[in-house]
């Protein structure tokens, strides 16, 4: 046998193999893809189903869709009370409302006796933060902090997506 044949032959086995394996990772990310749009399907049909007047004044409760936890997140109204947010949210919002001025989520996370050293820990608890601030519960500033109260004639995108009109700016949660 030709050993330069035979070389480029073994030399285009280890390509091959080494598409074959990229190819199988690739087809594994489309299937996880595929199968997260399935769940957002799923939950966007059962939101739909249900009246907005319902929508609005429902406390939420967890559910499963596709063997996943799902929680939905009431949009702020001007009437709506902190009562209508899941309790771990209700004690995420109290933390912010509690603290001297804007925070990040870092000192939420410390302030709720998360290990705020653990990124897995801490990343959760940011991304429950974005979710009440693009339903109108925060205001996430620019820098990346959050605070309760809202500047004088401005809503978060997600109120104004949903027609929640400008009330008068008031401190979420005051008494």
Not at 91 to 111: D, K, L
């Amino acid at each position: 046998m030709d050993p330069e044949l035979l070389e480029r032959i073994t030399a285009r086995r280890a390509e091959l193999d080494e598409l074959e394996e990229r190819l199988a990772k690739e087809l594994a990310e489309v299937r996880a893809e595929r199968d997260e749009l399935a769940v957002a399907e799923r939950v966007l049909e059962r939101v739909s189903e249900q009246p907005v007047d319902e929508c609005a004044s429902a406390v939420p409760v967890p559910g499963q869709v596709g063997g996943r936890a799902v929680m939905l997140i009431p949009h702020r109204a001007p009437d709506a009370e902190e009562s209508t947010l899941p309790s771990d949210y209700q004690r995420i919002h109290a933390a912010v409302r509690q603290a001297a001025g804007p925070v990040m989520a870092r000192q939420v996370g410390e302030m709720l006796g998360v290990d705020v050293r653990v990124r897995g820990k801490l990343e959760p608890l940011r991304g429950r933060l974005v979710r009440l601030a693009g339903r109108g519960w925060l205001r996430k500033l620019p820098d990346g902090r959050f605070t309760t109260l809202l500047c004088p004639g401005t809503l978060p995108p997600a109120a104004v997506r949903y027609g929640v009109t400008g009330a008068p700016p008031v401190a979420v949660g005051a008494v």
